[in-house]
Every structure is written in C-alpha cells, then in structure tokens.
C-alpha cells in the first residue's frame, strides 16, 4: 500500500504521451460507488463551514478497504477538480458545483435548503467523475476518497525547463486565431451550444413551471382552508367538510414535496449538465491553443530559417533598406560586418535546431491531445444519452407517481361529498 506521507509522482501529463499509445473506446467504470451524507456545520461567523461524509464501496485493490469513508468540505472538492483538470486536460469534467451564487452574497449559504442542494451536487459530481475509467483508477481521486490529510499537491517533481521558456524574443498569443482549424471539432462545438442553449432554455421553463405550481400549491391551500371555515359556519355538515378541507391540505403536502424534488433533482441535473457543456468547451479551447502553439511556432521557425536564407546569401539583396542602414551604419562604427554576419548566421543556425525540437515537440502534443480528445467526445456523447434517458424517466416516474397519489385524495374527497346529509332530508 502507498505511503500517504510520502506519495508517489502522479502519473505523466500530456505533454508525454506516446503517438502510438494505442486508444482503445472509453467505456463507463462501475468499480467505485460514492456517497455524498450527512452535511455538518462547524464554526461560527466567517470561519464556518461545512463538511461532508464521503462514503465509498470498491473492489479496486489499489484501495486500503472495500468500504472507506472521510469528511471533506467544498475546498476539498475543488482542489479534485483542479488536480484532475491538470492531470487530465483532455477529459470533459463535470462541472464542480460553483461558489458564486446568491447565498454566498446573501449569507444563506448554511441554510438547511441550500447545504441540501450543496450535497445533491457534490454527489452528482463524484458520481459522474468516477465513471470515467481513467479517472476510477486515478491516484488522485483514491487520495480523496481515503487519505485523512489532503495534501495540496503532489511532490513537486524538478521542473525541467521547456523549450518555449528559453525563446524570450516571442510571444505566442492565446487569443491567436487557428489557422486551419478542424471541422469535427467546429461541429462538436456548435452541437454543445446549441445543447446548451437548449438547456438554459429548459431551466428557465422549469422555474415558471416551478413559480406557477408554487401558486397553485398557495391557493389551493387557501381553498381548503376556505372550506374548512365553511364547515365551522354550517353545522350540518362541518364534519364532512373538515375531512373535505384536511385533504385538500394533503394534496397541498405532496404538491411541495413535488416541487422541492423537482427544484433538487431535476433542475438541479439541469443546471449542471450547462455547466458540462461549458466543461466541453473549456477542453476544446485547451485543443485549439495547442494547435495555436504548432503554428505559432512553425511561422516563428519559417522567419528564423528566412533570416539565416538572407544573411547567407547577402548579394541577392532581400534585406531591404533596414538592412542596407544597418550594414552601413555597422561600416561608419568600425564593425568587421563579414564576422558580425557569421556571428549572426551561428546564433540564427542554433536558434532554428532549438525551434524544430519546439515545433516537432508541439506537433506531437497536439496530436497526442487530439487522439485522447477524439475518444473522449464518443464518451462523453454516450454519457449525455444515459443521463438524458435516466433524468427524463426519473422525471415521468415523479410525475406518474404524483397523479396517482393526487387521485387517490380526490377519490377519498367524492364519497364524503355523496355522504353529506341536511336534517331535513334525514327526516
């Protein structure tokens, strides 16, 4: 078993992987089952937080125990998903359950409703995490789900100097544009847009759906206290009117109960399938900046070997009047211009070897990124089919479940209705 104290170097990152590492298709682990329970409140004032039991069953034997369990609170979970987002940068994460939301403005971040909501979320995320088969074996989720001390980061290795840290006369633009950027990934992009929009346009549905049952739930529990207070006026008949109003407050009961299932589960997968696609595109502009390295580099190694082309051939002319005023202001300044050449073409001779490394080194990586980011959209398309399927049914299942009930307390409201009796009919 590892030592905790002493962990191993993580796995190597991207920029190592070998073109020919053969690809086989992801298919969804099932080897770690996580919970996410019983959320505790510690501390007062701006020191509070919360933490969470964190509960796994495995049969993986990397892990100490088939069943182990910590407490972690949220900066645990987000230094998962920073680790993660660094080790594996091709993967399409979920999307971490984010602070900046209204409780954090308002201060109702510990209220009983939203550390709920908080834990649905971080056992979403933990289950959709380990269902990726390279992230179920990873050593940094085994570090989270049963290390006692989470340390920040992994022993730090040498660092190595890249080759992109010795060209200090270049800039490589992030916000370059590609080139010749690739149509399959063009088209995966707009389909997560056009998924997200989709989305956000389902979220904004659901909550006037959600604003209107409120409603609903609000006057009909004004209806059945209506009747009850009819009951109390008419004493003939206050007994089957109090059972009638009992039960319309019933169904108020299990109308909210609907609701705050829908504004927990449904609308809470909802928002954080929005926040997968932003995932899915946060992975895309990571492909795109590496192909923007490629290129940035190849045409910052085409005007090197163009510079060398031109010192070594002079008398074709190519260097324009800057380079006829320098030349002659080297001449006026008593410089021997033939050794300054030499000593020009030398330092432009070793600057090219250090760039072709460069260039073939970024090559390498971006096609290494796009072989693991090619899989990696299969999956995570077969994911989202399983989740849509299993939200959309979990959701029928509710609803079916909610009519049923509903119509079982009206039937019990009919008989009492047919029941009721004035004196003089009794008569």
Known sequence: MEDWDHPSPPAEPINTIPNARP?????????????VSDPQKHGEGTSAFVNYLVTTKTSLEAFS??????RRRFQDFAWLHKALSDEYP?????????????????????????????????????KRVSRHPLIAKSQILRRFLESNEIVPEFVAKVAQAHVLDNISDVLLNAF???KHPDPKYIEFKEHVDKFQETLISLERLHARLIRSETELELDMLEFGGCITTLGLMETQITSP?????????????????????????????????IGHCMSAKETLKTRDQKQTDFEELSVYLQNHITDREKALNPQRGGGGIASFLSTKMQELQGVDTERARQTKIIKLSGKITELQEAVQASEEMSIAFNKELEREIEFYERIKLDDLKTDLKAYVDNQVLFYEKSLEYWDQIVPIIENIQLEDQIE
């Open 176 to 178: 370059s544009k590609i």
């Open 241 to 273: 009117l109090t059972d009638f109003g009992t039960i319309l407050r019933n169904l108020c009961t299990l109308m909210r109960e609907r609701i705050n299932h829908e504004d927990l589960v449904y609308l809470t997968n909802i928002q954080e399938y």
């Open 65 to 70: 125990s088939p069943v182990v369990s910590v």
């Open 23 to 35: 690809l086989v298709p992801l298919t969804p682990s099932n080897a770690l089952d996580i919970t």
């Open 90 to 126: 091709y993967v399409i994460l979920a999307a971490l359950p984010g602070k900046h939301r209204l409780e954090y403005i308002t201060g109702d971040r510990f209220s009983p409703e939203f550390i709920e909501k908080r834990k649905v979320s971080l056992d979403n995320y933990l």
